[in-house]
């Protein structure tokens, strides 16, 4: 708890501005595209996430609209085993760029093979959820995009709506945290490796971004809106990660590297993987603070987890001491952001159990 994290702030004006489009945010700042477009939906039947179905547990493809009108798709996943009447159920949604066939979808699984209805989703405009142009983010369209799905699991049958929570990871964890704040019908929030998009893009990482950067980018996405509005195609691209780590000694570029651009965490439907954001998704965060209201969730509980070694620690921390009793910090030892995105043996499931079974009883 008494790391000096600010030692790895990224000084680099290159390597801040590529951190903030790999998933981390959509603030481009003059990078091109290193590759195409994520996939949209592609509905075959097949199992096509990143880790391995559970045979404790039945999986379906769920639709259900958000308030806007989007239609989203989720993966729902219940344990095979149900008891008769109802259960408690969590909505679950990340990492920021992410789709519901990497982290979220696992989280959701893994919480259903204990005893939880789970429902892992895509965000508007991602994945095989609607929305035009695609790729676009929104800190209000987003934290919606979860009360929809608070909505689906209220009306779902074998769903006692009284128990239903959320789990938020990465840049979906600041956003999990600002709809709980909002929506009361949640009874109990968890984030892992929680990231505060309006704040890193508004300030940049450590907040280092000087008011005469924020103008600057604030200028260039401006113009990008012209460049956009006048072309016939998609908006432009922010750029996402490279082919490649030839020529990269980055740890933080390498740690996202290693999950979305191997077979550990690649999908064609991830943004993240592939082309990155809309170049100018970054304007809604930038005047939108996400977290201003977060001591509103209490009095129900909330768990921010967050790894020791985190290059995104900073957020939780400052997420936990802005936010009002119950709260639980948990820092897990020698652990990285990513590393709670899929590694089992670190992500602490029995804490997630132990929390959501005690706050939705």
Known sequence: MTDDITSNAPADPARRDLLLTTGLGAAALGLGAFTGAAAQAQETGEWDKTFPKSDAVEHSKVRFTNRYGIELVGDLYIPAD???GTMPALAVAGPFGAVKEQASGLY??????????ALAFDGSYT????????FVASPD??????????D???????VDRERIGVIGVCGWGGLALNAVAADKRVKAVAVTSMYDMSRVNARGYYDAMTDEQRSELLTRLSLQRWDDAASDGAPALA???PETLDGIDDPVITMYWNYYKTDRGYHPRSVNSNGGWNVTSAMSFMNMPQLTYVNEISPRPALIIAGSDAHSRYFSEDAYAAAAEPKELMIIDGADHVDLYDQVDIIPFDTLQSFFEGHLS
């Open 141 to 150: 369209i987003n934290s919606e995009d979860f009360m929809a799905a608070v």
């Open 108 to 117: 959701a699984q893994t919480m259903a093979e204990r005893g939880f209805i």
């Open 239 to 241: 750029g996402g990660l």
């Open 152 to 158: 689906f699991l209220g009306l779902h049958e074998a």
């Open 127 to 134: 994945g095989e959820s609607g929305g035009e142009p695609r």
């Open 82 to 84: 149900r008891p008769e």
